[in-house]
């Protein structure tokens, strides 16, 4: 089965759920008008009401997921994308105090790759470093190059640790480890390094955090 019918299957089942969704949450509002605060059944609606919420943004991550589009490629500064990836983040740092190491290497070739698809897989992967230092921490970043013609790149952080047989399911879509990897965030993020020619592992950080390394081959 092609990528096309499968994104074409995908989006009809999202269509096909998302509609009755639409009818419960108008429904759950009209119901929720008519409970006074003193009512028990006022808490179960807004529980299911969040419920609602919650399928409605696994279908729109399922969406995500199945619309990653084959690369559009061009020669990319790989330092300058990093920093740009960031900038975005930075303020979200500072609300949450977190730290932001840089040690990035200034004397990186250019890859040829998607700039857009890797700034996506970068982000991804810095909101879930962020998401898990909700009371402050340290993200650090660096970048380099091994005398094997490789760019490699380690994201840091002293977040949440998870036992290291589950390191593995970090990458795998909808399956969430101790409030790691929920929702394809991850998922989308190696799928779009994969189409790229890179690749990503992820290690422990000790008894905190972990330690994200991507590896991008230099073009001869």
Do not use: W
């Not at 179960?44 to 490629?73: C, G, H």
């Not at 960031?86 to 500072?94: A, G, T, Y």
């Not at 290497?105 to 879930?128: G, K, V």
């Amino acid at each position: 089965m092609d990528q096309s019918m499968i994104r074409e299957l995908v989006d009809g089942f999202i269509h096909e759920v998302k509609n009755p969704l639409a009818g419960i949450r108008v429904a759950l509002k009209a119901m929720g008008k008519q409970i006074t605060p003193e009512d028990r059944h006022g808490r179960v609606i807004e529980d299911i009401y969040e419920q609602v919420r919650n399928i409605n943004k696994a279908l729109s991550d399922l969406m995500d997921f199945s619309r990653i589009s084959p690369p559009n490629p061009s020669p990319t500064n790989i330092r300058k994308l990093l920093e740009q990836s960031l900038d975005r983040i930075q303020p979200e740092c500072q609300r949450r105090k977190i730290a932001v190491e840089k040690h990035l290497s200034t004397n990186l070739p250019e890859l040829t790759i998607d700039p857009r698809q890797i700034e996506q897989a970068f982000l991804h992967i810095f909101l879930d470093m962020v998401n898990v230092m909700p009371e402050g921490g340290k993200l650090i970043v660096r970048s380099s190059r091994d005398s094997m013609r490789h760019i490699l790149m380690e994201f840091e952080d002293t977040g949440i640790s998870i036992p290291e047989t589950h390191l593995e399911r970090l990458f795998k879509p909808f399956l969430s480890t101790m409030g790691r990897g929920s929702g394809v965030g991850l998922s989308i993020a190696k799928r779009v390094l994969d189409l790229n020619g890179g690749s990503i592992q992820v290690k422990r950080r000790g008894e905190e955090g972990l330690i994200f390394r991507i590896v991008f081959p230099i073009p001869l």
